[in-house]
């Protein structure tokens, strides 16, 4: 394990255990120069990693917003001189035909195997 403290050690620690040594590393390098960044990774605690809470093989998956992010902008570049949708029907058919003629290619989520495993019992704080 390293022993630089920066953000991306924490979220692809390899278990819950070793996530909360990285975050644990960070808070202390980061007080001193950033207390207020300190203060708040400290406030929000594991609440912060809740994609811990699936089984490690949908973790990747769970990290990224990428495919979420890049359908968005799919969207908003066909609709610009339209500004809005006509309708909710509108969005699932040009989603549709986007996949269907190849135009956005959906991964396979990592973890799609485990998708019925219930996640760990945690409280889960909605408004984080």
Known sequence: ??????????????????????????????????RAV?????????????????????????????????????FKRRIKTQTVLPSADTAAMLFWALLASGQINMRKVDGWQTLATKPIDQLIDLAA
Not at 1 to 28: G, L, Q, S
Not at 46 to 74: M, V, Y
């Open 1 to 34: 394990m390293t022993t630089t403290a920066n953000y991306n050690d924490m979220i692809y620690a390899a278990t819950r255990e070793e996530i909360e040594v990285r975050r644990k590393a960070f808070i202390r390098k980061w007080r001193l120069k950033h």
């Open 38 to 74: 300190a203060d708040s990774l400290e406030e929000a605690g594991e609440r912060l990693f809740a994609f811990t809470r699936l089984p490690p093989s949908q973790w990747r998956s769970a990290r990224t917003t990428n495919a979420i992010e890049r359908l968005h902008e799919e």
